[in-house]
């Protein structure tokens, strides 16, 4: 029996006599594993998206929504009509089992001013709270007290968009911006976030307490109101609970009678950014199976080229026999050809997606992700259709009569 090598070494050498050939058969191996890596690879960096934006908002949100109001008969939407008022903040901290904690937002867009630098911005009045829900740590300085809630104190907390714009290099803790025409105080810098999945720079944002947004900035038609509420959950199985307990309250505080619809709507954050991730799963085992396709195709281009390859050579095929190859060596041959091709156009396929990947990711914004298992099933996927598709020639080259062989021209 000729050893795994010399079979190794024949079969190499049967290659390279015929290189546009191999070259060619090798193609269809080579996008088949280079789609599937690169398939895999930008569906993982979405599902990473994804999960740094859940992270970078906080986790087990719900956010509760103020009523619409109506003009000329078009509604304007939630938030626009102040329903929900400090004191149903309070009531859903206090009163309902599954929140942990609860932040009220009242906000608006304003032109912040320092020196001779100015820059719109988002200036939302809210509580401390609002860092725990959000999961946001200060860079420099502290976050407001309740005294300064209390006090409606006239002091602000910058995002790092904001304190770049204003400051540039210079500390912005301690020093005076106007809002509004109104002196504050800086206290902080949050870390930066970065944007959300919509293009949205988290870091372009000004936190004030919510009393001095209410007394000084917006001046609430409705003291002691505000827009909405951002209610964080005491974990992921809580917040169908929550949910309920929070509407509930809601409706009992508002007077809502039954049959009526609330003034108010709560939304589920975390469960809107779970199904982004469902889908994102869902479409990258889709666009994996349809790129697995073309390894199906690359397998059986090296079946019919292997083929061709045992009628060229049915000559030597039946001289090897005649001096005593079995048929074992023979059908060896053949696969580990069928294998050779396969592999190299896996290793091949490798490079191109994880390059096309990169590209891509780079593209897009996304965090590059490498699949290694994506890596590793399609190069044993390679392989497996190197011995699957080169099987058959391989057992019909060894079945050949040497007499016949040796009389085919």
């Known amino acids: 029996m000729i050893s795994p090598a010399s079979t190794l ?28 890596i690169a398939m895999l690879s930008i569906g993982a960096a979405a599902r990473q998206r994804i999960s740094n934006e ?8 719900l956010i509760v929504f103020s009523g619409s109001t109506s003009s000329g008969g078009a509604r304007m939407g939630s938030g626009t009509d102040p329903t929900i008022s400090l004191e149903d903040v309070e009531a859903m901290r206090e009163e309902c089992p599954s929140v942990m904690d609860v932040a009220p937002i ?12 100015n820059w719109s911005t988002g200036v939302m009045g809210t509580t401390a709270s609002i860092l725990h829900i ?25 995002g790092m968009t ?10 912005p803790v301690g020093r005076i911006v106007r809002i509004k025409s109104v002196p504050f105080r800086v206290l902080g810098v949050l870390k930066p976030k970065g944007q959300s999945m919509t293009g949205q720079d988290q870091d372009d944002v000004v936190y004030v307490p919510i009393t001095t947004a209410q007394r ?34 809601l409706r009992h505080r508002h007077r809502v009678a039954p ?33 697995s396709i073309s390894l199906l195709v690359g397998g059986i281009g090296i079946m019919n080229i292997m083929l061709v390859s045992v009628t060229e050579r049915t000559r030597e095929i039946g001289i090897r026999i005649a001096v005593g190859a079995k048929t074992w060596d023979i059908r060896l041959q053949f696969i580990m050809e069928a294998m050779t091709l396969s592999l190299i156009g896996g290793l091949v ?61």
């Open 349 to 409: 396929g490798i490079v191109l997606g994880q390059a096309g990947s990169i590209a891509v990711c780079a593209a897009a914004g996304l965090p590059l992700n490498v699949s290694a298992t994506g890596i590793a099933l399609s190069f044993g996927f390679s392989a497996a259709v190197g011995v699957f598709f080169g099987y058959y020639p391989a057992h019909k080259a060894s079945l050949l009569n040497p007499i016949d062989a040796l009389r085919y021209e």
């Open 216 to 249: 000084k900035l917006f001046g609430a038609s409705l003291p002691g109101m505000v827009r909405f509420v951002m209610v964080k959950a005491t974990g992921l199985h809580a917040l169908d609970s929550a949910q309920q307990e929070i509407t509930e309250l």
């Open 134 to 158: 959000n999961a946001w740590e200060m860079l420099h300085g502290r976050p407001f007290t309740p005294q300064d809630e209390r006090y409606a104190a006239k002091v602000c907390l910058l």
């Open 106 to 117: 009242h906000s608006g867009s304003e032109q912040v001013v320092y020196g001779n630098r």
């Open 162 to 171: 904001v304190a770049d714009e204003l400051f540039g290099d210079v500390d």
């Open 9 to 36: 070494t024949i079969a190499l050498r049967a290659l390279r006599a015929n290189k546009m050939r191999s070259s060619l058969t090798m193609l269809g191996i080579i996008i088949g594993v280079a789609a599937v």
């Open 259 to 291: 049959g009526q619809s609330d003034d108010f709507t709560v939304r589920n954050l975390t469960q809107m950014m779970q199904i982004a991730v469902t889908l994102a799963n869902i479409m990258t085992i889709l666009l994996g199976a349809i790129a």
């Open 54 to 61: 859940i992270n970078s908002m906080g986790s087990n949100l």
